[in-house]
């Protein structure tokens, strides 16, 4: 199970939720464990010629604060409910099969399949839901709404059926939610992250004068895809001036670029970087080097239970500043289902995370089993550009290093020396 179940009730039972919807793929995925491609990628125009650029799919997925779990999905996505935790699946509309062929036994899930598709099926999705609601008998109560990803006609409809619920936006509460991750969570952000870092490390081992960007990239899909894991990113910063996905650039003696790399493993995203050196670097470079893992290092100290988010990024730029440094971007994230989850590492915005259920300042205090990258990349225009990343695991005892990142130096090949 991805959700953390235990934070997730009791953000229920703090604001007074008898259940919360999710209406977003990613929140869907993270209260069930169900995932498809196609419902952050299929448009409407795609296969209604004419209709609108929004997401195709309409699915739900309801937690309640008993902790029960439900989904609403299509009728031929029924295969990806198999891997979920909640066993309330509803569909709606015909399903289209075709039944000459039915055999008179079946295994057993094939079977549970056909009784879901086969009993009485609700005219849209939203009608689906408003029948689960009232089945569970949640017509009359406190109810979070993510409403980023539901139609205001969907949303229309569920208030005119369920005159007597309340509706509340809760799509930041959600994310509040997420922001604290679960066992299992940390287990695959740190299988990602491992992933990543052997593939780059193997790939970034070819550098040599001549050969070009694009090799180690090939190289590093080949290197996670034998892992089971799924291309995220993996970018270049050449010559001190920004960053490029899709540079030929050929590398040269003495160069030293920023890297920074991710994959995906079973949905978790990992985010990584480092500073691939063709050679030593100069004197000057490697003193800036050594400032930025000061700096982030100084950071890392901040992630103890009830820091503020905003005190890592402070002590990065401090120490930064105490070595000349003030144009470095040092900051940091969270991660997991997204490349960027609460809590974010910058100055204090002066904004609040605000929905119908929750009013916070947004420079959240920092709380155990959130997973948090920091780093601090430099851009020294027409010269070099370093970059260092790491990933910790924030713990009673502060931050630690989710998985070994070796970020002392920069990473020199023997065949570029």
Not at 16 to 26: D, R
Not at 214 to 233: L, S, T
Not at 285 to 306: K, W
Request: proline residues 6%.
């Amino acid at each position: 199970m991805l959700l953390h179940k235990t934070r997730a009730l009791e953000h229920l039972q703090r604001y007074n939720l008898a259940a919360v919807i999710a209406t977003s793929a990613t929140h869907i995925t993270y209260l069930t464990d169900y995932q498809y491609w196609g419902d952050k990628v299929v448009r409407g125009y795609m296969s209604r010629p004419g209709a609108t650029s929004g997401l195709g799919t309409e699915n739900y997925a309801v937690l309640t604060a008993a902790g029960e779990g439900a989904l609403v999905v299509p009728p031929l996505l029924m295969p990806e409910t198999e891997v979920c935790w909640v066993t309330e699946v509803r569909t709606s509309g015909n399903p289209r099969l075709d039944d000459s062929l039915v055999p008179a036994d079946m295994p057993a899930q094939a079977q549970l399949w056909f009784d879901r598709l086969r009993g009485p099926q609700a005219a849209s999705p939203v009608e689906a839901l408003i029948g689960l609601l009232r089945d569970w008998g949640l017509s009359q109560g406190r109810i979070g709404l993510e409403l980023e990803g539901v139609t205001p006609a969907a949303r229309a409809a569920l208030q005119a059926a369920l005159p007597n619920a309340t509706f509340l936006d809760c799509s930041n509460l959600l994310r509040l939610i997420r922001a604290v991750k679960s066992p299992e969570e940390i287990r695959r952000i740190g299988r990602a992250t491992l992933i990543a870092e052997e593939a780059a490390q193997a790939s970034l081992s070819l550098a040599a004068p001549g050969r070009r960007l694009p090799e180690f990239v090939a190289a590093f899909r080949a290197g996670i895809g034998q892992q089971g894991a799924d291309f995220d990113h993996f970018i270049f910063g050449v010559h001190g001036m920004g960053v490029g996905e899709f540079s030929n650039y050929r590398l040269q003696a003495g160069d030293a670029l920023l890297v920074d790399y991710g994959c995906r493993f079973q949905h978790y995203v990992s985010d990584s970087g480092l500073t691939l050196s063709l050679g030593d670097p100069p004197p000057a470079l490697a003193e800036r080097y050594a400032a930025l893992y000061d700096g982030l290092q100084a950071g890392a100290a901040q992630l103890r239970p009830s820091v503020p988010a905003s005190a890592a990024r402070g002590a990065m730029k401090t120490r930064l500043a105490e070595h000349g440094i003030t144009t470095c971007n040092a900051h940091g994230h969270g991660f997991g289902l997204e490349v960027r989850d609460y809590p974010i590492i910058v100055d204090d915005t002066g904004l609040r995370l605000k929905d119908d259920c929750i009013d916070l300042p947004a420079d959240l205090p920092l709380e155990a089993d959130m997973v948090i990258n920091l780093e601090t990349p430099l851009y020294l225009s027409g010269a070099a550009s370093l970059h260092l990343e790491q990933t910790f695991l924030v713990t009673p005892a502060g931050g630690q290093l989710l998985v070994p990142l070796e970020r002392r130096r920069p990473l020199q090949p023997a065949v570029g020396v």
